[in-house]
């Protein structure tokens, strides 16, 4: 990307902006909005759709659309004219962007006959309600790759919301409606057991590539939650997966064969050709990966991939105060990967430079270097095809074919990748975002943690320690927070330390936006990393400060764990959801780390809460469950702690219930409930006191229509917090108060929530005869 000049070209609203990536278009000549109030009251006033378009800084196709339509004159006055165009950073707002990816996703499936998504993302709303009317990606400046242009987008957008409002609002309502749909949880339960876990390895292996590793086809990512699960939950049946996966990655060009980082996908399905930027949360879910893998089968090629990537996230993503970088760009100059692509001659030259002549055949050999170039860049077709560099075959076959002993292979090997390594450094770099993203650091201070641990690599566990401290310090704002109270037969008490608000990120010293679950969840798994590591009490405490801080903030026994709620500034409809992307899902992480803290303090209270938010997810994650595999990991483990109960599945209740006609009438009846001691039911009165708004109230309803009930509840019990509740054995006079020509049972719905004295279980509704 060209550096800009603030001496001779005028800038737009983003100027002062913190995002790298909301910085690279402040002199676009579009004149970009951040996301706020101030562009959403600006299109209100002149009647236009707001033209939202979303990406992050080192996203390669972000770059291409700048330059093709960003950057010119004529598109930034068609825009200007019609619209009032926004900017968002992704990687700043998560919650909006994975709402607008659902638009994307849900609008192309329905338009054309599949779900696509990706980045950059564009989302036209109405400016009253922010709703979307239409979303797609990338637009060429003129008709290619079988999409219109942009300027005829942009020209039909306009046009149908001047001359078909009323079927523009139509569709942004259907669209909204489509949206909540995939964004919320399912009210059906559906048991999480063994059989679901099984089965979910099946379903994996079904479209496992067995030939190239991986799962699924072009373009393939490395989608790391996937292989993790198998490792914890089927690793009898899904090894040999599980090897030719791991090889695949490792031997192929989405790995960086010089500095030992991964790139963040392959455009094939071979993992040859990558999309060449690096991501932050793939090298710290992939450093775990291959460090499990190689505690599990000991195998020294696993071992050396495990320890050049860490040692890459040391060398070259670790920022000076010690957490680590997001993201390393795609380009340089307009090209994609050109500071990673060689010839065959570049090659040989480096080598013969750095003296290792006798090293040619062994570099031209290991990476392939006879067979044709396997790179051109499809927007420079003008310019020399290339090589990115992969191993041929795994290093002890390579050394065979060589006749050479694998020590000696290696060592040779090694200066290689050196030299090359050196010359590489000569060339022009791509841009580093240097943000410290909260969550995506978590997973790095988990990989480098988990990995020194298994691998006996303190100097790992070091470096994840110093990357904690610099998160907790920079970006976890110090109030008082109070400790879950323990169960009765917990002895061990643990004092929380300060902390209440958990910020997105830093850069500069500066913060921006508070943290959503996905930051809670994923650098709580990171501190509980080290909790294990070190036997350090510290990290333990802030783990559990941290993930009390995420209970408090983002569970809703209504909704489940919810990354947002829904608000008036953008975000249409609540964010729930149980799917494992690139990032881990929060709810997925903060279910795993409940799971441990429940392990690691013997606090009962950390295993009911996991228990409460799978058991309302069950019938979501039972729907898609290869697409849930971080709360299935969670849900496993649980079961040791809670070996009774099934989330999702029928376990004994603590509340019994019976309806028993009086004097044998068909129009007075008791219903008696019997609570278990350490259970209540939330009261009716809650219902209307503004302290206990979340909680379910116990209601009865008539199940047949027309049937009107008179229901006497008794006095309920008042709890220290205020609210109020029933224990023990609750008798409820029902009366039938609208004449029934024919005498028959009373079929009731009773709805209530049953709660222990730390936790409350999802409401439930249970039908009754009598």
């Not at 825009?79 to 909006?96: F, G, I, N, T, W």
């Not at 020590?407 to 090694?414: G, N, S, T, V």
Request: aromatic share 8%; proline share 6%; glycine share 6%.
């Amino acid at each position: 990307m060209p550096e800009h000049n603030a001496m001779n070209q005028s800038s737009n609203f983003l100027v002062n902006e913190k995002s790298p990536y909301l910085l690279q278009h402040a002199f676009n000549p579009v004149p970009w909005h951040p996301w706020g109030d101030a562009a959403i009251a600006k299109a209100r006033l002149r009647d236009v759709p707001l033209l939202v378009s979303s990406g992050y800084s080192t996203c390669y196709w972000c770059h291409v659309m700048e330059r093709e339509c960003f950057e010119d004159p004529d598109i930034a006055r068609l825009m200007d004219e019609h619209y009032v165009c926004v900017k968002v950073d992704r990687e700043q707002r998560p919650d909006l962007d994975a709402l607008w990816m659902t638009a994307c996703q849900v609008f192309t499936a329905i338009t054309e006959g599949r779900s696509s998504g990706g980045w950059p993302l564009h989302v036209f709303l109405d400016p009253t309600t922010l709703r979307p009317f239409f979303a797609g990606t990338y637009f060429p400046p003129t008709p290619a790759h079988g999409r219109i242009s942009f300027p005829q987008l942009l020209s039909r957008m306009s046009q149908a919301w001047s001359s078909k409002r009323i079927d523009i609002q139509a569709q942004a309502n259907e669209l909204t409606r489509l949206i909540e749909q995939e964004l919320q949880l399912s009210a059906q339960r559906k048991p999480l057991d063994e059989e679901l876990q099984m089965n979910t390895a099946r379903a994996l292996l079904s479209f496992h590539d067995a030939v190239n590793g991986g799962f699924g086809g072009a373009p393939k990512f490395p989608q790391p939650s996937l292989p993790l699960f198998l490792q914890a939950n089927a690793p009898q049946i899904s090894q040999s997966a599980l090897i030719r996966t791991l090889d695949g990655m490792a031997l192929g060009g989405v790995r960086d064969q010089l500095d030992g980082g991964f790139h963040r996908y392959a455009v094939d399905a071979t993992w040859t050709v990558p999309h060449f930027e690096k991501m932050l949360y793939d090298q710290g879910q992939l450093l775990l990966l291959y460090a499990r893998q190689t505690a599990q089968g000991g195998d020294d090629f696993f071992a050396s991939i495990t320890s050049e990537l860490a040692e890459f996230l040391l060398g070259v993503m670790c920022l000076p105060s010690g957490g680590f970088m997001s993201a390393i760009d795609a380009e340089v100059d307009g090209r994609e990967g050109l500071n990673f692509i060689w010839s065959k001659y570049e090659v040989t030259h480096a080598l013969q430079m750095a003296g290792l002549t006798h090293d040619v055949p062994l570099a031209v050999d290991a990476f392939g270097l006879n067979a044709s170039p396997n790179f051109r860049d499809p927007h420079h077709p003008e310019d020399e095809p290339k090589f990115v560099l992969l191993l041929r075959a795994r290093p002890e076959k390579l050394a065979k074919s060589l006749h050479m002993q694998p020590a000696l292979w290696h060592e040779r090997y090694k200066a290689v990748r050196q030299a090359l390594l050196a010359q590489r450094a000569s060339r022009k770099s791509p841009r580093m975002d240097t943000t410290l993203i909260t969550g995506w650091n978590g997973l790095a201070i988990e990989g480098l943690a988990e990995a020194g641990r298994l691998c006996k690599q303190p100097r790992w566990i070091d470096a994840a320690a110093r990357a904690a401290t610099d998160v907790l310090a920079q970006c976890w704002v110090s109030t008082p927070i109070a400790a879950p109270m323990n169960d009765a037969n917990n002895t061990r008490s643990m004092a929380a330390p300060a902390g209440a608000t958990l910020y997105r990120s830093a850069k500069d010293g500066v913060v921006s936006g508070a943290g959503y679950l996905e930051d809670y969840a994923c650098l709580a798994s990171g501190l509980l990393a080290l909790a294990r590591a070190t036997d350090d009490p510290h990290w333990l405490q802030y783990a559990s400060a941290i993930v009390q801080s995420a209970y408090e903030q983002f569970w809703n026994v209504d909704l489940g764990w919810v990354e947002a709620l829904a608000n008036d500034s953008g975000r249409i409809v609540a964010i729930s959801g149980m799917d494992d992307g690139a990032v881990p899902s929060g709810a997925g992480m903060i279910t795993q780390c409940m799971v441990t803290l429940a392990q690691l303090t013997q606090n009962n209270i950390w295993a009911q809460r996991a228990f409460a938010g799978l058991d309302r997810a069950s019938g979501t994650i039972a729907q898609k469950p290869t697409s849930a595999a971080r709360s299935l990991m969670a849900a496993r483990e649980l079961r040791a702690l809670l070996p009774e109960r099934v989330p999702g599945g029928a376990a004994p209740t603590p509340v019994r219930m019976e309806l028993v006609a009086m004097n044998h009438s068909f129009d007075d009846f008791e219903l008696r409930l019997d609570i278990d001691a350490g259970h209540h039911v939330a009261a009716q009165q809650n219902a209307k006191t503004s302290a206990s708004a979340l909680l379910c109230g116990l209601d009865i309803v008539a199940h047949d229509s027309g049937v009107q009930l008179k229901c006497g509840f008794p006095l309920p019990t008042q709890l220290p917090d205020g609210s109020q509740c029933y224990k023990g054995k609750v008798v409820i006079h029902v009366e039938v108060i609208t004449p029934r020509p024919t005498p028959r049972p009373l079929r009731l719905g009773v709805r209530m929530q049953i709660c222990t004295d730390q936790v409350c279980l999802a409401p439930e509704e249970r039908l009754i005869e009598g």
